[in-house]
């Protein structure tokens, strides 16, 4: 389902519940917002679903953080008619906007967990887990900064939300280092931000002490083929730094050259400023930043980005990821960015175990259960992956589950009652498509087999 229709769906969801419809339409943009905040080209493609496409990416930034509470409590609207048949429906719709957010560009596996995470929030409020208290300041259709009405109602109010309202909690460095010790593989990359987090630590402890500190950059470059982890990372080194004190927010705005460049010089200026604007207090993650150097317009964003960094470098930290090979061509365009960026951190990609360990651990998150023999079977498939910059690596795996998920599914079409251990069950046969199937496999099941196969040596 598209966010535009989602959202259609919510607001008569929250009309025939007795809501005002434009509070909730308004409800769902800023928790689609929130959902959405660290897939990439998310900005553009939630503005043009809120109807407001010529509207500044700030209109999403400042919607994601009026509503991030939601990602862990019901939102206000759905806490007031809680326990209610049209809860019940309200709470479905929200989900069904959530669903629709993670469409909004390539939704790593993270995003996906902490989605369903949100949606389960939500729905879980309509069946018996009780209400969690209403915010002070209920949604309004007060416009964001720039959009034109009458998109305000769509887009949700920014100026509705105040930094009273409840967040939740912050984690402390303990938790943040643990999450990070606990992420599948990466064992050079944990090494690496452990030690920059040691050396950061040490500096402030040593500026507290009015001891003179060299000068250290806490800007990195992140090197690595996709799905290796580099936004999961980037996420906790944004909570890291927040956790010592060198970040007052620890948010993270994730970007790709789509949305720091304009149609036309000038504006670009204007449109990266924005874009590191919404980021001050936290990380910017530029994703595939390679694609800066590529021309005029990619030159005059590095160069805002530069002055930006220089003067915010108190309350900014910019991450840039890429492949290796064209992220060194990037850094050599301008001379102010290899400066800045002195420590790189390289991602490798994961072994057949790894991935194995990550389907598990991602099957289970959703509530499914793979047999051993579905293990087994997974990471013989996962061996015969070519390991080129085409292989998506965490990707791959998000791909194969919900494939699995589908065969799982089309699986127990004729079972008219099965069990709870039947419906969590993913069998070997769930990862590849059944030879007998033929005409009675759904089409797009029947062309899902993994791609980039070669055979074994």
Known sequence: MRLSDALDALERAGAAAGLDAAAARDEGARLSAAVAESITGAPGAWLT?????DASFGAFFEAAASARRWR??????????????????????????ISAACELGPADIGVIARASATAAVQLATTRGAGPAAPSADPPSAVPFPGLPAPAAAAAGAASAWTPSDPEPRERTLEELLAELDALVGLAAVKEQIRQQTQLLRVERLRTEAGLTTPTLTRHLVFLGNPGTGKTTVARLV??????????????????DRSELVAGYLGQTAVKTSEVVATAIGGVLFIDEAYGLAEDQYGAEAVNTLVKDMEDHREDLVVIVAGYPGPMATFLATNPGLESRFSTTVEFTDYTDAELREIFERTARKADFEPSPETLARFEEIASLQVRDEGFGNGRYVRNMLDQAITRHAWRLRDVEQPSVEQLRLLLP??????????????EHMAVAEPTHLEEPA
Not at 80 to 91: F, M, R, V
Not at 429 to 442: C, S
């Open 49 to 53: 679903a809120v109807g407001s496409p």
């Open 72 to 97: 862990t409590s019901p939102t206000d609207l759905l806490a007031g008619i809680a326990g209610t048949p049209a809860g019940d429906a309200y709470a479905a719709a929200l989900a069904d906007v």
């Open 238 to 255: 944004s909570g890291i730094y927040r956790a010592l004190g060198l970040l007052t927010k620890g948010h993270l705005v994730e970007v």
């Open 429 to 442: 046969e769930d990862l590849v498509a059944a030879p007998d199937d033929g005409d009675h496999e759904p």
